[in-house]
């Protein structure tokens, strides 16, 4: 048997009209076989926008996996993904994401995400402040979105100096 992890990361609108989302557990172990249910509480009605899921493989883009809207609307995948399903709570403001009969290809990020996911004017959303007497550069992204998820690395220019083909040179 094998035990799975699945992370539950959330992103959510940086707009001014209050509403919020939050995990009821930022992380689930399951194992093979079972079935699972991520969930996600939101704040208020998401009348006018709506609630999506995404899935993250170690190194991979965002997959989209479900739209859903508190109108019912309920839009997979195309194609579907199989053993994904969705349901919403409205008296408990929640909606969950199920996997039936987890298997280690299961196993990733998954997001819940509130659209629109960037309201607004997108200009100077990524920051980078630089500290030089502490020797340091933070990356601040506002209005984050599922598109944000990424490795970002901090490197120095030139990165490579000299005759960059000295470093193949004994690789025969």
Do not use: H
Request: aromatic share 10%; hydrophobic share 35%.
């Amino acid at each position: 048997m094998f035990l799975l992890s699945l992370w539950l990361i959330l992103f959510f609108s940086g707009d001014a009209s209050g509403e919020d989302i939050t995990p009821l557990s930022s992380f689930e172990n399951a194992t093979n076989g079972d079935s699972i249910t991520l969930a996600c509480n939101y704040d208020g009605s998401y009348a006018s926008d709506s609630l999506l899921w995404y899935r993250q493989y170690s190194s991979s883009k965002p997959e989209f996996l479900f739209l859903v809207s508190e109108s019912d609307l309920k839009q997979p995948a195309d194609p579907p993904i199989p053993g994904v399903s969705t349901t919403i709570n409205k008296e408990k403001n929640r909606v969950d994401l199920e996997i039936s009969s987890v298997s280690v290809s299961d196993s990733a990020m998954y997001y819940c995400a509130l659209k629109p996911t960037v309201t607004g004017n997108e200009k100077d959303r990524y920051v980078a402040e630089a500290q030089k007497n502490k020797q340091l550069l933070n990356l601040e992204i506002s209005k984050t979105e599922v598109a944000d998820a990424a490795i970002y690395y901090c490197a120095l220019v030139p990165t490579v100096t000299g005759n960059p083909s000295t470093l193949y040179k004994n690789l025969r």
